[in-house]
């Protein structure tokens, strides 16, 4: 049988690092990282490395950084998904934000460049909570966010990994697009209650305008790229329109999504909230 070789970019990330796991227990897989650190590194930033990145590499998992929404992401997808075809690359599989209008532009640019593609929208993810932006005001109990009671299908990181996997093995999923919700919707407030419940900790929570939020970002000297980033998060992608949920989990997995109280359960067994940090 024929090996498969994928091209897993952002390979250490959240979504990635669980899809590189899982195509790891499937036979007949070769898999290459994609990253600035890996043996034969990838950079987006950098596109003299992405020839030796792609060579002989049937699939591609896409995830962009920072996001498909920054002004340059268009002319550099279109500038990947062309030297991907050219070099022989049969599928792509993109990572794509659910909800936003410029990240949408990046998707068609991909579909029209792929021989194959799948196209994954995803919701905010669990694992922000835990791996990422939300996790050290958690730990020190005190967490201040814009658009706190927005109502967002929180979706659990796994599960992306499962319907990329899906995609990237089977060819049922080409042409399609998946947008990716959990089973509920909650509030960035509401997310919050439940750890601190379960993790039986006292978290406070803020409500913040977007103008606050930013300034005290800049206080703790967030990178400004990523500032950016969570400006335009907050101001054009929370303001509801997410606020609906999809069974396109199901229809890939013939399961229900991962709920957020299943996911609060799990991670607080790693103790990953347990620690007592100070906001600096």
């Not at 399609?176 to 419940?197: C, H, N």
Request: proline letters at 4%; one cysteine or more.
């Amino acid at each position: 049988m024929k090996t498969n070789k994928i091209l897993v970019i952002g390979g250490k990330g959240k979504t990635g690092s669980r899809v590189v796991k899982l195509l790891n227990e499937k036979p007949n897989i070769t898999i290459r990282l994609g990253s600035r650190s890996s043996e034969i590194p990838f950079d987006w930033e950098k596109p003299e490395t992405w020839s030796l990145a792609l060579k002989d590499i049937d699939s591609v998992y896409i995830t962009f950084q920072p996001d498909l929404a920054i002004p340059s992401a268009p002319e550099t997808i279109q500038k990947f998904a062309l030297l991907a075809t050219k070099l022989g690359v049969e599928k792509m599989v993109l990572l794509s934000g659910r909800g936003e209008k410029e990240a949408q532009i990046c998707e068609e640019i991909l579909k029209a460049a792929a021989q194959k593609w799948t196209i994954v929208r995803a919701s905010w993810f669990n694992q922000n909570f835990s791996e990422s932006i939300f996790l050290e005001p958690l730990l020190a109990g005190f967490v201040a966010l814009p658009q706190a009671n927005v109502l967002e299908p929180f979706i659990d990181a796994n599960d992306i990994a499962e319907v990329v996997t899906e995609a990237l093995l089977n060819d049922k999923h080409n042409g399609q697009t998946y947008e990716l919700t959990g089973p509920r919707l909650l509030s960035f407030e509401q997310a919050v209650s439940e750890i601190a419940k379960v993790i039986k900790k006292e978290i406070v929570f803020e409500s913040l305008t977007v103008e606050k939020y930013i300034n005290m970002l800049r206080e703790y000297q967030v990178p400004e790229d990523e500032i950016w980033l969570i400006n335009y998060l907050f101001s054009e992608v929370m303001d509801g329109r997410n606020s609906s949920t999809t069974n396109d989990i199901e229809k890939v997995l013939g399961r229900k999504a991962t709920d957020f109280s299943e996911f609060v359960k799990e991670t607080a067994k790693t103790g990953v909230w347990n620690e007592v940090r100070q906001l600096s």
